[in-house]
């Protein structure tokens, strides 16, 4: 039990790109506030922005007000 | 309106927190509570669902400077799966029935605590972005997934 977990541990580092792995091993070093800065930003989302509250009974009718509503390059729309 | 700021996720987890409403950091932004380096434009909270926490939650949302109408109050409590706010000092979505999620129940028992905020476990975030398929979650997958990886190795 314990090899195989090394096996899938050594598989699992060796899965991640170099490139991502650098990125995460740099955020691990910052404090939370200030990776929240770096994280939350702020760009206008057409139709999306435009109201002040919604609610949808259903997370399905959710989903189908986004395809039907949002521009498609916002990327609500499901594949 | 501003970005949300680790200031306004410390109100949230205060007010949230005095109220007694039951809830966790979801999506992208509970992603980033856990380390993974993104970004997102919104906070998205898995609130449990039943009427006992709506009225909590209701009552935290005024706390913070949320204006909901009566008719709003109506839908919180009568149980809405999603709802986007921004009648208030910054942007919140509400989800309670996120996809891929069987019950909150489920979630909370492999809830995540970083610096008092509850997250979800990345496994949820990873199955909830899954089953809602979108365009922009398919896009943000891989690399979330290898962050997952990552962030189980650091905590063995």
């Not at chain 1, 899965?15 to 702020?42: C, G, N, T």
């Not at chain 2, 856990?34 to 998205?44: E, H, W």
């Not at chain 2, 975030?125 to 365009?135: D, E, F, G, L, V």
């Given at each position: 039990m314990a090899a195989s977990r090394k096996i899938d541990n050594m598989?699992?580092?060796?899965?991640?790109?170099?490139?991502?792995?650098?990125?995460?091993?740099?955020?691990?070093?910052?404090?939370?506030?200030?990776?929240?800065?770096?994280?939350?930003?702020?760009?206008?989302?057409?139709v999306l922005d435009d109201a002040d509250y919604r609610a949808f009974d259903t997370m399905e009718q959710?989903?189908?007000?986004?395809?039907?509503?949002?521009p498609s390059w916002l990327g609500y729309g499901r594949v | 309106m501003a970005a949300f700021e680790y200031r306004q996720a410390q109100e949230v987890r205060d007010a949230f927190s005095r109220r007694g409403v039951r809830y966790l950091f979801i999506g992208k932004s509970g992603a980033i509570l856990?380390?993974?380096?993104?970004?997102?434009?919104?906070?998205?909270l898995y609130i449990e669902k039943n009427a006992r926490n709506a009225r909590a939650l209701i009552t935290a949302l005024r706390d913070l400077g949320f204006t909901l109408s009566e008719e709003q109050n109506r839908d919180l409590e009568r149980g809405k799966d999603f709802a986007q706010l921004k009648n208030g000092p910054f942007d919140l979505y509400l989800i309670f029935?996120?996809?891929?999620?069987?019950?909150?129940?489920?979630?909370?028992?492999?809830?995540?605590?970083?610096?008092?905020?509850?997250?979800?476990?990345?496994?949820?975030?990873?199955?909830?972005?899954?089953?809602?398929?979108?365009?922009?979650?398919?896009?943000?997958?891989?690399?979330l997934k290898a962050f997952r990886d990552y962030w189980l190795e650091k905590r063995q």
């Open positions: 598989k699992s580092r060796a899965d991640i790109p170099a490139d991502w792995r650098a990125e995460f091993e740099a955020a691990a070093h910052r404090p939370l506030e200030q990776r929240m800065k770096y994280a939350f930003i702020r760009t206008y989302k057409p959710y989903r189908q007000w986004c395809e039907k509503n949002l | 856990l380390g993974f380096p993104d970004t997102t434009q919104d906070a998205d029935a996120p996809d891929g999620i069987e019950r909150f129940e489920d979630a909370w028992r492999r809830r995540v605590d970083v610096e008092g905020f509850p997250v979800c476990h990345l496994d949820d975030i990873i199955a909830s972005k899954a089953a809602a398929n979108r365009q922009k979650d398919r896009e943000g997958l891989p690399r």
